[in-house]
């Protein structure tokens, strides 16, 4: 293997190129599995994990209407006098422009995972680890949505993790947005508690830094599994080609660093 395959992310974490739309439903589906298949030698045979995967129609915007105009050799339509194309110096007149355009809007597909952990033998729901996409968190139905399933899992008996590896779109859980976090990343658990009270313990986390082990609840008295988040990330990286398939001579994906972030990438840039 050459060292080009073996290249690992610049990023000590999450690598934000992997928010690209182009390559996030790739990474979204691989770091389910990577998920699942990291904690199930820790916690069988009594529990497994698996991923789940639920399919949503949604409206997808094909292309960028917008009208271009030449900056010379555009005429006004002349009337033909024959059958041959209408001419101006041996060129054909170009037609004018359509009056309307509009996008395209078509029904497409979006695959939504999230990785379950049940009781072995009677399949009983203990813990669902939730990857966030855009689609959980763009306003409208997709946000609504997420949140009506988000608020189902909180009045159940199962413990919520929520793993939101994207910086743009809003963040579902009232708690992560009063007041708001500083951060890029948020990592969230909520364990089921008999007393009804559900705290969630947060993890911020900026792109700066490495993505944290996480507990994973089980059911009394069981210990919690841990989850390598960042060991998570670095396999799928390598294993899907990351390394030799993103530029990152480009820009960072949109939406814009924060502002301290920009300073950082921009120093890392310079002593790389």
Partial sequence: MS???????????MDPYLEDPEIWPSFHHRIANEIADQLNPSIGPKYYADVSLRTVGEMVRIGTARATYPDTGVYRQAT??????ARR????LAPPPAPVQRVVLVEGQTRLRAVHVYLTGTDQLVTTIEILSPYNKRRGEGLQEYREKRARILNSSAHLMELDLLRRGE???????????????????NRFREDDRRISDIWPVSLSESLPRL???LLAPDPDAVLDLNAAVRAVYGRAGYGWRLDYDRPV???ELRPPMAVWVQASRRGS
């Fill in 3 to 13: 060292a080009d395959m073996e290249q690992a992310s610049p990023f000590p974490g």
């Fill in 80 to 85: 033909p006098t024959s059958t041959e194309p």
């Fill in 89 to 92: 110096g041996g060129a054909a």
């Fill in 171 to 189: 963040r579902p859980g009232p708690e992560v947005q009063d007041p708001p976090l500083d951060a890029d990343y948020v990592l969230l658990l």
């Fill in 215 to 217: 507990p994973v609840p």
């Fill in 253 to 255: 994906p949109l939406p």
